[in-house]
Antibody, heavy 122, light 105 residues
Protein backbone atom coordinates (compact mmCIF):
# COMPACT_ATOMS: atom_id res chain seq x y z
CA UNK A 1 0.00 0.00 0.00
CA UNK A 2 1.33 3.42 -0.96
CA UNK A 3 1.57 5.95 1.84
CA UNK A 4 2.77 9.53 2.01
CA UNK A 5 2.59 11.06 5.45
CA UNK A 6 3.40 14.73 6.01
CA UNK A 7 4.45 16.12 9.37
CA UNK A 8 5.93 19.28 10.81
CA UNK A 9 3.12 21.72 10.17
CA UNK A 10 2.05 24.28 12.71
CA UNK A 11 1.89 27.94 13.66
CA UNK A 12 4.85 30.17 12.89
CA UNK A 13 5.40 33.92 13.02
CA UNK A 14 6.08 35.97 9.90
CA UNK A 15 9.75 35.79 9.03
CA UNK A 16 10.12 32.44 10.75
CA UNK A 17 11.09 29.02 9.41
CA UNK A 18 9.50 25.61 9.32
CA UNK A 19 10.49 22.25 7.87
CA UNK A 20 7.90 19.81 6.59
CA UNK A 21 8.66 16.12 6.27
CA UNK A 22 7.01 13.54 4.06
CA UNK A 23 7.55 9.86 4.86
CA UNK A 24 6.98 7.64 1.84
CA UNK A 25 6.40 3.91 1.48
CA UNK A 26 4.97 1.40 -0.97
CA UNK A 27 6.54 2.66 -4.18
CA UNK A 28 9.96 3.27 -5.69
CA UNK A 29 10.83 6.50 -3.89
CA UNK A 30 14.25 6.79 -5.51
CA UNK A 31 12.79 6.67 -9.02
CA UNK A 32 9.83 8.96 -8.40
CA UNK A 33 9.63 12.68 -9.07
CA UNK A 34 8.61 14.27 -5.79
CA UNK A 35 6.68 17.50 -5.42
CA UNK A 36 5.00 19.81 -2.97
CA UNK A 37 1.74 21.64 -3.65
CA UNK A 38 -0.24 23.93 -1.39
CA UNK A 39 -3.76 25.16 -0.96
CA UNK A 40 -4.58 28.32 0.93
CA UNK A 41 -7.80 28.19 2.97
CA UNK A 42 -10.78 28.16 0.63
CA UNK A 43 -8.57 28.64 -2.41
CA UNK A 44 -7.26 26.58 -5.32
CA UNK A 45 -4.10 24.53 -5.76
CA UNK A 46 -0.58 25.82 -6.34
CA UNK A 47 2.39 23.64 -7.31
CA UNK A 48 5.16 24.79 -4.99
CA UNK A 49 8.10 22.87 -6.35
CA UNK A 50 9.45 19.59 -7.61
CA UNK A 51 12.51 17.41 -7.26
CA UNK A 52 13.37 15.06 -10.08
CA UNK A 53 14.76 11.60 -9.47
CA UNK A 54 18.50 11.11 -9.24
CA UNK A 55 18.49 9.37 -12.61
CA UNK A 56 16.95 12.52 -14.08
CA UNK A 57 19.55 14.77 -12.48
CA UNK A 58 17.99 15.34 -9.07
CA UNK A 59 17.12 18.91 -10.03
CA UNK A 60 14.69 21.24 -8.32
CA UNK A 61 12.27 23.86 -9.62
CA UNK A 62 10.16 26.29 -7.61
CA UNK A 63 7.23 28.52 -8.30
CA UNK A 64 8.12 32.20 -8.32
CA UNK A 65 6.55 33.25 -4.96
CA UNK A 66 8.73 30.79 -3.02
CA UNK A 67 11.94 30.87 -5.04
CA UNK A 68 14.92 31.64 -2.80
CA UNK A 69 12.91 30.96 0.37
CA UNK A 70 11.86 27.28 0.05
CA UNK A 71 14.11 24.29 -0.54
CA UNK A 72 13.08 20.74 -1.44
CA UNK A 73 15.39 17.86 -0.59
CA UNK A 74 15.15 14.15 0.04
CA UNK A 75 16.97 11.15 1.46
CA UNK A 76 16.40 8.11 -0.73
CA UNK A 77 17.54 5.45 1.79
CA UNK A 78 15.20 6.98 4.39
CA UNK A 79 12.34 7.41 1.89
CA UNK A 80 11.85 10.93 3.21
CA UNK A 81 11.16 14.21 1.44
CA UNK A 82 11.52 17.62 3.06
CA UNK A 83 10.35 21.14 2.41
CA UNK A 84 12.43 23.75 4.19
CA UNK A 85 10.53 27.02 4.37
CA UNK A 86 12.33 30.20 5.38
CA UNK A 87 11.26 33.83 5.60
CA UNK A 88 7.65 32.74 5.86
CA UNK A 89 4.97 35.23 4.95
CA UNK A 90 1.29 35.40 5.88
CA UNK A 91 0.39 34.43 2.33
CA UNK A 92 2.27 31.14 2.78
CA UNK A 93 -0.54 29.97 5.07
CA UNK A 94 -1.90 26.82 3.45
CA UNK A 95 -2.27 23.08 3.57
CA UNK A 96 0.89 21.63 2.09
CA UNK A 97 0.72 18.34 0.22
CA UNK A 98 3.60 16.13 -0.84
CA UNK A 99 3.01 13.94 -3.83
CA UNK A 100 4.89 11.52 -6.01
CA UNK A 101 4.75 10.74 -9.70
CA UNK A 102 6.13 7.66 -11.36
CA UNK A 103 5.84 5.79 -14.63
CA UNK A 104 5.01 2.11 -14.23
CA UNK A 105 4.66 -0.16 -17.27
CA UNK A 106 3.87 2.77 -19.52
CA UNK A 107 1.25 4.28 -17.22
CA UNK A 108 1.69 7.34 -15.03
CA UNK A 109 0.76 7.01 -11.37
CA UNK A 110 0.50 9.73 -8.77
CA UNK A 111 0.26 9.45 -5.00
CA UNK A 112 -0.66 12.22 -2.56
CA UNK A 113 -0.27 12.70 1.16
CA UNK A 114 -3.09 13.90 3.39
CA UNK A 115 -1.59 17.37 3.84
CA UNK A 116 -0.05 19.43 6.64
CA UNK A 117 -1.41 22.79 7.72
CA UNK A 118 1.02 25.68 7.98
CA UNK A 119 -0.29 28.86 9.55
CA UNK A 120 1.81 32.03 9.40
CA UNK A 121 0.49 34.59 11.84
CA UNK A 122 1.75 37.00 14.46
CA UNK B 1 3.52 31.73 -16.61
CA UNK B 2 0.65 29.91 -18.31
CA UNK B 3 -2.76 30.88 -16.98
CA UNK B 4 -5.40 28.15 -16.88
CA UNK B 5 -9.02 29.31 -16.94
CA UNK B 6 -11.84 26.93 -16.07
CA UNK B 7 -15.51 27.36 -16.82
CA UNK B 8 -18.03 27.42 -15.40
CA UNK B 9 -17.03 28.19 -11.83
CA UNK B 10 -20.01 26.17 -10.62
CA UNK B 11 -21.96 23.55 -12.53
CA UNK B 12 -25.33 22.48 -11.19
CA UNK B 13 -26.35 19.06 -12.43
CA UNK B 14 -28.42 16.11 -11.25
CA UNK B 15 -27.26 12.51 -10.73
CA UNK B 16 -27.44 10.59 -13.98
CA UNK B 17 -26.89 13.69 -16.09
CA UNK B 18 -23.80 14.47 -18.14
CA UNK B 19 -21.33 17.02 -16.83
CA UNK B 20 -19.05 18.97 -19.16
CA UNK B 21 -16.21 21.05 -17.73
CA UNK B 22 -13.97 23.34 -19.77
CA UNK B 23 -10.40 24.45 -19.37
CA UNK B 24 -8.51 26.97 -21.48
CA UNK B 25 -4.78 27.67 -21.47
CA UNK B 26 -3.31 31.10 -22.16
CA UNK B 27 -0.89 29.46 -24.60
CA UNK B 28 -0.53 26.01 -26.09
CA UNK B 29 0.28 23.22 -23.63
CA UNK B 30 0.14 20.51 -26.29
CA UNK B 31 -1.47 17.48 -24.59
CA UNK B 32 0.32 18.05 -21.29
CA UNK B 33 -2.89 18.56 -19.36
CA UNK B 34 -4.21 16.79 -16.29
CA UNK B 35 -7.54 16.81 -14.47
CA UNK B 36 -7.94 16.36 -10.72
CA UNK B 37 -10.90 15.78 -8.44
CA UNK B 38 -10.90 17.12 -4.90
CA UNK B 39 -13.47 16.47 -2.20
CA UNK B 40 -13.70 18.55 1.00
CA UNK B 41 -10.93 17.77 3.45
CA UNK B 42 -9.17 15.42 1.03
CA UNK B 43 -6.10 15.59 -1.16
CA UNK B 44 -6.58 15.97 -4.91
CA UNK B 45 -6.91 12.78 -6.93
CA UNK B 46 -5.53 12.47 -10.46
CA UNK B 47 -8.25 11.57 -12.96
CA UNK B 48 -6.77 12.23 -16.39
CA UNK B 49 -3.28 12.89 -17.74
CA UNK B 50 -2.04 13.47 -21.26
CA UNK B 51 -5.36 15.27 -21.83
CA UNK B 52 -7.24 12.01 -22.40
CA UNK B 53 -5.66 9.07 -20.55
CA UNK B 54 -7.51 7.89 -17.47
CA UNK B 55 -5.34 7.29 -14.43
CA UNK B 56 -5.38 3.86 -12.80
CA UNK B 57 -8.68 3.01 -11.13
CA UNK B 58 -10.64 5.91 -12.63
CA UNK B 59 -14.09 4.87 -13.90
CA UNK B 60 -14.78 4.96 -17.62
CA UNK B 61 -17.50 7.59 -17.15
CA UNK B 62 -14.67 10.13 -16.87
CA UNK B 63 -13.18 11.19 -20.21
CA UNK B 64 -10.89 13.97 -21.32
CA UNK B 65 -10.36 15.57 -24.69
CA UNK B 66 -8.62 18.48 -26.35
CA UNK B 67 -5.15 19.70 -27.14
CA UNK B 68 -3.34 22.98 -27.51
CA UNK B 69 -5.37 25.51 -25.55
CA UNK B 70 -8.86 24.02 -25.25
CA UNK B 71 -9.75 21.02 -23.09
CA UNK B 72 -12.87 19.27 -21.90
CA UNK B 73 -13.57 16.89 -19.02
CA UNK B 74 -16.78 14.93 -19.47
CA UNK B 75 -18.52 12.86 -16.82
CA UNK B 76 -20.99 10.80 -18.76
CA UNK B 77 -23.50 9.92 -16.03
CA UNK B 78 -22.94 11.66 -12.73
CA UNK B 79 -22.89 9.57 -9.61
CA UNK B 80 -23.38 10.99 -6.12
CA UNK B 81 -19.68 10.51 -5.34
CA UNK B 82 -18.69 12.72 -8.31
CA UNK B 83 -19.90 15.94 -6.70
CA UNK B 84 -16.63 17.69 -5.93
CA UNK B 85 -14.27 20.39 -7.21
CA UNK B 86 -12.36 19.67 -10.41
CA UNK B 87 -9.07 21.28 -11.41
CA UNK B 88 -7.20 21.25 -14.68
CA UNK B 89 -3.43 21.57 -14.60
CA UNK B 90 -0.80 22.09 -17.30
CA UNK B 91 2.59 20.44 -17.08
CA UNK B 92 4.01 21.63 -20.38
CA UNK B 93 6.07 24.52 -19.09
CA UNK B 94 7.35 25.22 -15.57
CA UNK B 95 5.88 26.58 -13.38
CA UNK B 96 3.12 24.03 -13.72
CA UNK B 97 -0.17 25.77 -13.08
CA UNK B 98 -3.69 24.86 -12.03
CA UNK B 99 -6.99 26.35 -13.04
CA UNK B 100 -9.14 27.95 -10.37
CA UNK B 101 -11.51 24.98 -10.24
CA UNK B 102 -15.07 24.05 -11.18
CA UNK B 103 -17.42 23.02 -8.41
CA UNK B 104 -19.90 20.34 -9.39
CA UNK B 105 -23.02 20.59 -7.27
Amino acid sequence: EVQLVESGGGLVKPGGSLRLSCAASGFSFANAWMSWARQAPGKGLEWVGRLTSKSNGGTTDYTTPVKGRFTISKDDPKNTLWLQMNSLQIEDTAVYYCFAGEWDSGAYKEFWGQGALVTVSS
Amino acid sequence: EIVMTQSPATLSVSPGERGTLSCRASQSVSSNLAWYQQKPGQAPRLLIYGASTRAAGIPARFSGSGSGTEFILTISSLQSEDFAVYYCQQYNIWPYTFGQGTKLE
